[in-house]
């Protein structure tokens, strides 16, 4: 069965340092691979998705990440963090042979310090 | 103004009640879903449907039904015989091609149990 794994369950950063946020996903067919991010009480707006292509993936408000196939990974990264970055980051998987169904990870709760 | 809607926010179940979330989307999908959040947990698929009037479980089904009767609605409902409803409730739409895509997510419903 498809997993994803994100290893660090809380990350702390200052303001303006930079974030890379961990997900590592089982292998299977071609991927299909999404950050999503909630703020407490709300629902997921996605970041960024990866379908093919550039493995270097632009998503909204400064975010970024890594497809690595040798890896199985699929790493979130933003260069400075800003305070209203503070929220739930979930990374999710999806593979082509399972009809669109989506596979998510336990989440990431990122907590900015001033 | 197109996106999807859940009502209501708040919900509250007494013992034994079936209740029943909504679920609307005018974005054209063909797809809809329902997961459910647990705290310090990723998202878990109850349900989901690619066309109209087809559903299928998803992972954590038991206790749970759904209908689809139009494009555009996707209600859930939480029977008796789900004896640990309380969580919150997340409803997606997708468009449906046979592979991934990206889902979007309404703002939820939080489910309390009296």
């Known amino acids: 069965a498809q997993s994803v794994t994100q290893p660090d369950i809380h990350i702390t950063v200052s303001e303006g340092a930079s974030l890379e946020l961990r997900c590592n996903y089982s292998?299977?067919?071609?991927?299909?691979l999404f950050w999503y991010v909630q703020s407490p009480g709300q629902g997921l707006q996605l970041l960024l998705k990866y379908f093919s292509g550039d493995t270097l993936v632009q998503g909204i408000k400064g975010f970024e990440a890594e497809f690595k196939r040798s890896q199985s990974s699929f790493n979130l990264r933003k260069p400075s963090v800003h305070w209203s970055d503070a929220a739930e980051y979930f990374c999710?998987?999806?593979?082509?042979?399972?009809?669109?169904?989506?596979?998510f990870g336990d989440g990431t709760t990122l907590t900015v310090k001033p | 103004d197109g996106g999807i809607t859940q009502s209501p926010k708040y919900l509250f179940r007494k013992e034994g009640q079936n209740v029943t979330l909504s679920c609307e989307q005018n974005l054209n999908h063909d797809a809809m879903y329902w997961y459910r959040q647990d705290p310090g947990q990723g998202l878990r698929l109850i349900y989901y449907s690619q066309i109209v009037n087809d559903f299928q479980k998803g992972d954590i089904a038991e206790g749970y039904s759904v209908s689809r009767e139009k494009k555009e609605s996707f209600p859930l409902t939480v029977t008796s015989a789900q004896k640990n409803p309380t969580a919150f409730y997340l409803c997606a739409s997708g468009f449906s091609r046979g592979r991934g895509e990206t889902q979007y997510f309404g703002p939820g419903t939080r489910l309390l149990v009296l």
């Open positions: 292998y299977g067919a071609t991927p299909y």
């Open positions: 999710a998987v999806v593979y082509n042979t399972n009809a669109g169904k989506s596979t």
